[in-house]
DNA sequence: CATACACTTGCATGATGACGCAAATACGCA
DNA sequence: TGCGTATTTGCGTCATCATGCAAGTGTATG
C-alpha cells in the first residue's frame, strides 16, 4: 500500500490515480494524528525515540508523571495506529518506534502536500473539491 | 520559530542544542496533530488543498455534510495551528494551506525520526528517557 | 436606508477520551 | 505451589470537543 507502482499509465480510474500520486485524500488520514493528537503521547513517543532500543511500559511510565495503567494503555494504542511495535519478553513488554513507517508516512504526506502546491497545481478545474 | 539560525555555534545549551538538531521532543508538538486529528478537518484541508486556491468558506463547507457554523469553526481552528492562512475580500473570507510551513514542519519530524533510529543513535547512555 | 449574503458566535447536547484506582491476568522464581 | 513483579482491564469521573440551531456581526447592493 505504501509502495504502490509508480511507472505511468494510461486511463487510471480517479482513485487509483488518487493512490498513485498519493494524493492529499488518501495521505491525510486522521488515524495517525489521532495518536499523536495527545500530549501525554507525544512524550511517550519521544522517550521511546530517543532510547533507541524497546522500552518497557514501567520504564516509559516514569517519562511522564500518568499512572502505569494509562501508560500502558496509550502505548497499546500507538502499536494499534502503527506508531510502534511490540515485543514481548517474559513478563515485560518493549515497545519500539516503528521508524521507518511513521517516518515514510509523514513524508508521503509532505510529498502530497508539496504536489498540491499553488506552483505546483495552480488553479485546477475550477470547482472547489 | 520557523526560521531560527541553523548555523553552528559552541556551547549551546540542551534546549537551544534541540531545537537546531531538531530533536524529537521539540518537533513532535500535539497541537499541529490536534490539528489534523478530526475526520472532518482532514476533509477540509484534503478540499483546500486539491483546490489550490483560497476557498471560501461556503465552498469549502459544500465539501462535507456539517453545518456552515460548524466548517468556519474548524477552518479557525486549523488557521490558529498553522495549517491555514486566511485573507479577507470584502464579505468573503478565503482560506489558503501553508503548503511550505506544514511540509517542513512534516519533514523535521520525519527527520527527527530518522534520528533516532536505532542504526542512527543506537543504545544511547543506558538510561531511557 | 433596507435587504440579502457571508460568516461568526452563543448555547445546549451528545460523544469521545484521558485519568486514577482497584482488581485481574501473566509470568518468573523460590 | 505460593509469592512478587509486570502489565492489562473494568469502572467511574471529569474534561474536551464536535455538532446543530439560532442569533449576531459585517459588508456589498438595490
Redesign the interface.
Known sequence: MMTQIRKHQPSLTPKLAARRSG???VV???AL??A????T??VL?????????G?SVG??A??CSVDVSVVSRHLALLARAGVLEVSKQGRTVRYQ?R??D???S??A??D???E???TS????DGG??
Not at 45 to 53: E, F, L, P, Q, S
Open positions: 494524493a492529499i485524500d491525510l488520514d486522521p494524528f489521532k499523536l493528537a495527545d500530549s503521547r507525544a513517543v519521544a522517550c521511546i525515540a530517543k532510547c533507541g532500543r522500552c520504564e516509559v516514569e517519562c518506534v521508524y521507518t511513521v517516518s515514510r509523514l513524508r504526506l509532505a502530497a502536500i508539496d498540491c502546491g499553488p497545481c495552480g488553479a485546477r472547489c473539491c
